[in-house]
Nanobody, 120 residues
Framework: QVHVVESGGGLVQPGGSLRLSCAAS????????MGWYRQAPGKQSELVAT???????NYADSVKGRFTITRDIAENMVFLQMNSLKTEDTAVYYC??????????????WGQGTQVTVSS
């Protein structure tokens, strides 16, 4: 089994910054794309940013130029640096890791989420 745990959420004022961390652990056989998704109250979940094992990144238009996703391949970790935060960034942020705990199969593993609240 592969476990995914996020950390780094909290309360920040508009214009402020936060850095989210996500660690994948357990019986990891392979790990490919990792990414961040978020869900605000009353809204559908949306992609925030993803990064491939080769370092290719993809961002939602709403966060381009403000958020940066990076990855530590050796430590099976992914980070989300969030700058110039806006009230509309308030959401629960989830980390997803795509991989497997065996030579067969490909699965999406999700963390439990971390709350980010942007408010004055």
């Amino acid at each position: 089994q592969v476990h995914v745990v996020e950390s780094g959420g909290g309360l920040v004022q508009p214009g402020g910054s936060l850095r989210l961390s996500c660690a994948a652990s357990g019986n990891i056989y392979s790990l490919y794309d990792m990414g961040w998704y978020r869900q605000a109250p009353g809204k559908q979940s949306e992609l925030v940013a993803t990064i491939s094992s080769g370092g290719s990144t993809n961002y939602a238009d709403s966060v381009k130029g403000r958020f940066t996703i990076t990855r530590d391949i050796a430590e099976n970790m992914v980070f989300l640096q969030m700058n110039s935060l806006k009230t509309e960034d308030t959401a629960v942020y989830y980390c997803k890791a795509r991989g497997s705990d065996s030579p067969r199969g490909l699965y999406d593993y999700w963390g439990q989420g971390t709350q980010v609240t942007v408010s004055s």
